[in-house]
């Protein structure tokens, strides 16, 4: 199976900061469409889980345009501009190209 | 809107069954494929299950293969996961999500019902 990982258990950031968070497939995410099967979510106490980005760099509807996903091949990013207190969560990506479908351990975002 | 309401979570003991539901709103249910996804307590997500539209093809992982049966009811609007012979490692928060119709993701998710495997 693909495994995902996200190397950071947990990042520190300040409002108004950047940050990035990585995930790493162990193998490619491409498939012959030319599209990446990596998808990022987001998981706040008290609300459903959000998808943020698929396709990796696409956004879906309504997510704010400071969260930017990149990445290609095995490596993938998720930027975060300017951070809001709202943007304090657990953040998790995905891959839909092979089943089973897997999903990273997980970046916890923390105020500093 | 798009609602997700899961059902049927509790407390259970090894060995024993348990059958989730999650009600769908807002949206064409049959149109969509549809799965769920659980998440043990202090940990990451993992997929469980996946069902086709028509219910025809369901997709697990290993460790819920034989033990793990999803299903739905187009005309009510209603998936369910059947779990038989539970483990103390089945204990999580279970989501219902929806596949989006086109791309591969997960596009909307339910606030989760709790499973928990205890003797």
């Known amino acids: 199976q693909i495994t995902l990982t996200q190397q950071a258990e947990s990042l520190w950031v300040s409002p108004g900061e950047k940050v990035s968070i990585t995930c790493r497939a162990s193998?490619?995410?491409?498939?012959?469409?030319?599209?990446?099967?990596l998808s990022w979510y987001q998981q706040r106490p008290g609300q459903t889980t959000k998808a943020l980005i698929y396709?990796?760099?696409i956004r879906t509807d309504g997510v704010p345009t400071r969260f930017i996903g990149s990445g290609s091949g095995t490596e993938f990013t998720l930027s975060i501009e300017d951070v809001q207190p709202e943007d304090i969560a657990l953040y998790y990506c995905?891959?839909?190209?092979?089943?089973?479908?897997?999903f990273g351990a997980g970046t916890k975002l923390e105020l500093k | 809107e798009v609602q997700l309401v899961e059902s049927g979570g509790g407390l259970v003991q090894p060995g024993r069954s348990l059958k989730l539901s999650c009600a769908a709103s807002?949206?064409?249910?049959?149109?969509?494929?549809m799965a769920w996804v659980r998440q043990a307590p202090k940990k990451g997500l993992e997929w469980v299950a996946t069902?086709?539209?028509?219910?025809?093809?369901?997709y697990y992982p290993d460790s819920v293969k034989g033990r793990f049966t999803i299903s739905r009811d187009n005309a009510k609007s209603s998936l369910y996961l059947q779990m038989n012979s539970l483990k103390s490692e089945d204990t999580a928060t279970y989501y219902c999500?929806?596949?989006?119709?086109?791309?591969?993701?997960?596009?909307?998710w339910g606030q989760g019902v709790m499973v928990t495997v205890s003797s």
């Open positions: 999500a929806r596949h989006h119709r086109y791309n591969y993701y997960f596009d909307y």
């Open positions: 807002g949206f064409t249910f049959s149109n969509y494929y």
């Open positions: 069902i086709s539209t028509s219910g025809s093809r369901t």
């Open positions: 193998q490619s995410l491409l498939y012959t469409d030319g599209k990446h099967y």
């Open positions: 396709h990796a760099s």
């Open positions: 995905l891959q839909t190209l092979k089943k089973p479908y897997t």
